[in-house]
């Protein structure tokens, strides 16, 4: 069993979405490898950081990123595997990559409650309010407005059998 420490940096852009590790991004690898029966099991943990924008209000972001990943290498054989054993090394980019591609947030936020931007000015919202905001009463219906529970308090009433 060997364990290395590698700092390393992206050779090119992951990631396709929202948020990605950009290229020349400082990645540090710590892995162990272990001779197995098969060929060498490298296990380790990448960490690193993906730069992007908010999925709700645009704001850019960058966040840390740490991500485990185990990956058996076998020896060169008559069996076809996805990673072999080659001149007694192995390449890491493949898993490592895939790793960190894989843990990258679909849809990225800022802050856990980001309240995105203004339907109507496309502004950033400074707060949540909590609740949604109510959606502008189309004209034709503004009358029956009259009638509903919030100003029924305040509306006359008729008086029955009057």
């Known amino acids: 069993m060997r364990e290395h420490t590698l700092e390393i940096v992206s050779p090119a852009k992951w990631g396709e979405g929202l948020v990605s590790v950009a290229e020349g991004e400082p990645i540090v690898v710590d892995v162990r490898l272990e001779s197995v029966h098969e060929g060498i099991l490298a296990t380790g943990e990448a960490e ?13 972001i960058v966040e840390p990123l740490e991500v485990e990943f185990q990956e058996l290498f076998a020896y060169p054989g008559e069996e076809a595997t996805d990673f ?8 890491l980019e493949t898993p490592v990559r895939d790793a960190i591609v894989l843990s990258l947030p679909f849809q990225p936020v800022c802050e856990p409650d980001c309240p995105g931007l203004d339907p109507v ?35 006359p009433r008729p008086v029955p059998g009057s």
């Open 48 to 60: 690193t950081e993906y730069r992007g924008v908010c999925g709700r209000c645009l704001r850019d």
């Open 84 to 91: 072999e054993v080659q001149d007694d090394h192995v390449d």
């Open 121 to 155: 000015t496309g502004e950033r919202l400074t707060k949540s309010t909590g609740s949604e905001p109510a959606a502008p009463i189309d004209p034709r219906w503004a009358a029956l407005q009259d009638f509903t529970q919030d100003h029924d308090d305040d509306a």
